[in-house]
């Protein structure tokens, strides 16, 4: 199994990033897809989820109505358009499949989640 994340950088405070997660190895449809992300010394945070069919989307409080996630199952594929970034945001994201964690669930899980990439890091300036 590999989860690869793309497109992450270094960005100024009110830019953009759209980052992708290329999944490959396994029924990418039968899980949930999270973003996870985490700051140097902080613990990690999830910040979007999506189940796999795509109806029930999660967003924690600190990012919604600023990012987006979406998935394609055809393409066995995740992205996290990130809009109106600021420093906080800066972190190393993660992109994560989970079989049994609904979108909602993913803002208080602790274990870790079935799948996950190596991250990509996104540093946003003021």
């Known amino acids: 199994v590999q989860l690869e994340e793309s497109g992450g950088g270094l960005v100024q405070a009110g830019d953009s990033l759209r980052l992708s997660c290329a999944a490959s190895?396994?029924?990418?449809?039968?899980?949930?897809v999270g973003w996870v992300r985490q700051a140097p010394g902080k613990e990690r945070e999830a910040v979007a989820a999506?189940?796999?069919?795509?109806?029930?989307?999660w967003y924690a409080n600190s990012v919604s109505g600023r990012f987006t996630i979406t998935r394609d199952n055809v393409k066995n594929s995740a992205h996290l358009q990130m809009n109106s970034l600021k420093p906080e945001d800066t972190g190393v994201y993660y992109c994560?499949?989970?079989?049994?964690?609904?979108?909602?669930?993913?803002?208080?899980?602790?274990?870790?989640?079935?799948?996950r990439g190596r991250g990509t890091q996104v540093t946003v300036s003021s």
């Open positions: 190895g396994l029924t990418f449809s039968h899980y949930a």
């Open positions: 994560a499949l989970d079989g049994a964690l609904p979108p909602r669930g993913w803002e208080s899980a602790t274990r870790e989640y079935d799948y």
């Open positions: 999506i189940a796999w069919t795509g109806e029930s989307i």
